[in-house]
Nanobody, 124 residues
Framework: QVQLVESGGGSVQAGGSLRLSCAAS????????MGWYRQAPGKQRELVAG???????WYADSVKGRFTISRDNAKNTVYLQMNSLKPEDTAVYYC??????????????????WGQGTQVTVSS
């Protein structure tokens, strides 16, 4: 089994920055993709960013140029650096891990593991 533990959420004013971290433990060889989803109140959970163990990345259009996903394979940790935050970025952010079964991260990942979520609140 794999355990994912997020940290780094919080409250910030619009234009500010936050960095989320997700530490993975357990049988991590079972996954080769890690990513971040978010879910705002009344909305569906959406993929924000993903990264393969080889460093290929994917971003949702709404966060391109503002968010950066990275990973430290030695620490089994993935990060989400969020800059120029907007009120519409307010959501619970979930770390996810899985396996790439088709070439595209957004449509081709089987997400098997989830963290507990961390709240990000951006005020205007």
């Amino acid at each position: 089994q794999v355990q994912l533990v997020e940290s780094g959420g919080g409250s910030v004013q619009a234009g500010g920055s936050l960095r989320l971290s997700c530490a993975a433990s357990g049988i991590i060889l079972s996954m080769n993709v890690m990513g971040w989803y978010r879910q705002a109140p009344g909305k569906q959970r959406e993929l924000v960013a993903g990264i393969t163990n080889r460093g290929s990345t994917w971003y949702a259009d709404s966060v391109k140029g503002r968010f950066t996903i990275s990973r430290d394979n030695a620490k089994n940790t993935v990060y989400l650096q969020m800059n120029s935050l907007k009120p519409e970025d307010t959501a619970v952010y979930y770390c996810a891990g899985g396996r790439l079964i088709r070439p595209n991260i957004d449509l081709g990942t089987r997400w098997d593991y989830w963290g507990q979520g961390t709240q990000v609140t951006v005020s205007s």
